[in-house]
């Protein structure tokens, strides 16, 4: 079975003074299921992983795991470039708790898809609850070809991919291995609805980090059949989607939230702060979506 259907935010790990701010992403996680999120995703891309130590990591997750307490499903990025230490982490995050793990594909190794498939198999093969599947090649320069979805979503422990090649064609091959044992994700925000539409059940977003209430309802609309409202708020994000990727994930984003007041606008080495003419993009969009009140910019 799936491990949700809606909206999943890709939740940022926000820093103060160089260190994991745990009040204000406890702040951030009460926010989103207030505002009806359907799933939280601790230690992803969006959350910075790739600069968090192995400790921090799994203390970020354990923290978000006991703070959630169950109300929705809490999945654990654990993926790795080393097959042996995406083991180590995805043990360790198991035992913390999670419900599930975000497995994204070995970064810079470049290996074949028959490398990509025995690396899958040999973490799913350890562990006991369910991982869903990572692809964004242009992230990783790995990229989940059809064919290795059709071998590896016969796992038992493989319960779905977040596609975010962005390759319609390719996403309507992968389609073909969605079942109730296999779901798909979008990982893309500007095309959930027409991933929904090739028989995905849901998304897992960045965007969600500041309109969760909005992703939840887009989709919940699509999937209970009112396709022309969740199409209408598909279009109506476009531009706010595209403020958040107008520089690398998840420099946007974080700079939103800043602005929202949320967190700290503080980053970790490469990541660094927008340009001001980014943040002048940012706030603009902000303000036309609505999701902050008139102010100058800061």
Known sequence: MALFSGAGVALVTPFSNGKVDFPRLGELIEWQISHDIDAIISCGTTGEASTLNDEEHIETVRYTINKVAGRVPVIAGAGSNDTAHAIKMSLAL???????????????????QKGLIKHYAAIADQIKIPMILYSVPGRTGVNISPFAVSVLCRHPNIAGIKEASGDMSQVVEIAKYASNQFALYSGNDDMTVALLSMGGIGVISTVANIIPKD???MVENYLNGN?????????????LIDAMFIEVNPIPVKAALHLMGKIEKEYRLPMCEPTEESLKK???????YGVIPPYPCS
């Open 282 to 288: 940012i706030e603009k969009e902000m303000l036309n």
């Open 227 to 239: 396709v022309k409202e969740a199409c209408k708020m598909q279009l109506e994000m476009k531009s």
């Open 215 to 217: 992703m939840h309802l």
């Open 94 to 112: 198991q035992e913390a708790g999670a419900d599930g793990l975000l497995m994204v594909t070995p970064y810079y190794n470049k290996c074949t």
